[in-house]
């Protein structure tokens, strides 16, 4: 079983859809956990830490739940731009960031 | 701030060639990483750097070395290039080995080998 899976994706969706992306991970003592969106050709991007309580960002709502070893990412309201992979990354103390292999997002007009 | 750079940002190489690939960050962050990605396939870490003076093997070190060479500054060396080594390479940093802010990543090099 891979540290981290997400979705396989692709998803597709029309503007102002609401998505949800989903993410598991095995290493219980995982500790810090983030959503990263990579455009095509071009470098992950931190796009939020998720935090225990849960937390939101404008049009982006990210949860943790760590009895089930399980974080997701919310969309509301998506927007063209918001076309990209996303990137589901765990960390625990003194070990390296683990990626998931990300889950695609097309947002048609 | 410029965050993280890399050069170059393209290289072509033929089968055999070495080239050092550079990337500096001025976040002041201990951690830094080399990563490749491959078309299809997610991020898989070659190197990295807890800090400065230390380096550690990743998931995929062999036929790549790699040089901290102070706290800014992290290098990538191909000794012999072979065409399983075109790849996209991204270098990155982190205030602390797996910190709980994240990590940040250069533009990337794309480099071919033929």
């Known amino acids: 079983r891979k540290e981290v899976e997400q979705d396989p994706g692709p998803f597709n969706v029309p503007e102002g859809a609401t998505v949800a992306f989903n993410c598991t991970y095995s290493?219980?003592?995982?500790?810090?956990f983030f959503w990263y969106r990579q455009d095509c050709r071009k470098e992950p991007k931190l796009l939020m830490s998720?935090?225990?309580s849960g937390n939101e960002d404008g049009r982006f709502t990210a949860q943790l739940n760590r009895a089930s070893q399980y974080i997701s990412l919310l969309i509301r309201d998506s927007k063209l731009s918001d076309s990209a992979t996303y990137l589901c990354?765990?960390?625990?103390?003194?070990?390296?960031?683990?990626f998931g292999p990300g889950t695609r997002l097309s947002v048609l007009p | 701030n410029a965050g993280v750079t890399q050069t170059p940002k393209f290289q072509v190489l033929k089968t055999g060639q070495s080239m050092t690939l550079q990337c500096a960050q001025d976040?002041?962050?201990?951690?830094m990483y080399w990563y490749r990605q491959d078309p299809g396939m997610g991020l898989r870490l070659i190197y990295y750097?807890?800090?400065?003076?230390?380096?550690d093997k990743g998931e995929v070190p062999n036929g790549y070395n790699v040089s901290r060479l102070n706290k800014r500054e992290f290098s990538l060396r191909l000794e012999s290039a072979a065409p399983s080594q075109t790849s996209v390479y991204f270098c990155?940093?982190?205030?602390?080995?797996?910190?709980?802010?994240?990590?940040?990543f250069g533009p990337g090099t794309r480099l071919t080998v033929l």
């Open positions: 290493n219980s003592a995982s500790q810090s």
């Open positions: 998720v935090y225990s």
């Open positions: 990354v765990v960390s625990s103390n003194g070990q390296n960031f683990v």
């Open positions: 750097s807890a800090s400065e003076g230390t380096t």
């Open positions: 990155a940093s982190s205030e602390e080995l797996a910190g709980a802010r994240g990590q940040f």
């Open positions: 976040m002041n962050h201990n951690s």
